[in-house]
């Protein structure tokens, strides 16, 4: 005979923002029954149960008196709310024959804001996409593919592992204590880019370009450079004035930053370019000029 196919474990998601409402999505899409969505309001759970291709039951938090039935609870709250709904959830009537295991999706806690469910026999772990989630629905599409942190009890970092295996992504583990300093890492990979981004759209603005304008005029330079990264070191993909030892060019720049009173801009070109330096591992005048500046 042939081998029985493993059932997925039921979910139930506590948090309906945007990376909780992608994964409910992704794991639907993948089979997961998701047997309850609960969020503060019930409105924000029934908004996204109606994204969902199975029925799942939305709940206010204040409508639980007992915990949902499921194998697998997620909780994809904010990271200030996680320890507050663990130590709520320890609280609630449950099935003694159930121990279900808990993961939560912070990228900067990890599993030990779960404790008072472990102490009642729960497994507990964090599970944590590096994904930019914007949106639930193209949200649901980057989860799938992409790299997870995975950390916890044993059981439960297999079966976070196993999730992260059904939505064809990759996980890696590292150990608990680091967990700040690799959403850090994360954190300076993704949105402190878009806050980057978003100076280069303010200098550009002092030259007279519509912001949308130069949103579009920047990307594919952004694109390129990412390509770039992806077949390359950061220090084979930097390109431009640090890489050249420009030194009248990073003149120029200093001064024209000072010139049209940006000061973001200025600090952020000095700093980033002293890393770029580092890189490049040349240029000892150009440091001098951006220390002196």
Known sequence: MPARKKQKPTVAIIGSGRLGSALAIALDQKGYRIKYLVARRR??????????????????AKEMRELPAAELLLIATPDDQIATVASWLSRLKSDSLLKPTALHTSGALSSQVLVPLSKKGWHVGSIHPLASVSEPRAGALSLRGAFWCVEGDSAAVRLARNVVRDLEGKSFSIDSIYKPLYHAAAVMASGNVVALFDVALEMLGQCGLKKREAQRILLPLLVTTVQNLND???????TGTFSRGDVETVKRHL???????????????????????????????????????
Do not use: F, V
């Open 43 to 60: 409105s924000s759970a029934r908004r996204t149960a109606a994204l969902l291709d199975a029925a799942a039951t939305p709940l206010a």
């Open 255 to 293: 001064a024209a930053l000072k010139s049209n009173e940006l000061p973001d801009a200025l600090e952020l070109y000095r700093l980033l370019g002293k890393r770029s330096l580092k890189l490049t591992k040349k240029y000892p005048q150009i440091s001098q000029i951006l220390k002196s500046s």
């Open 232 to 238: 390359k070191d950061p220090a084979k993909a930097l």
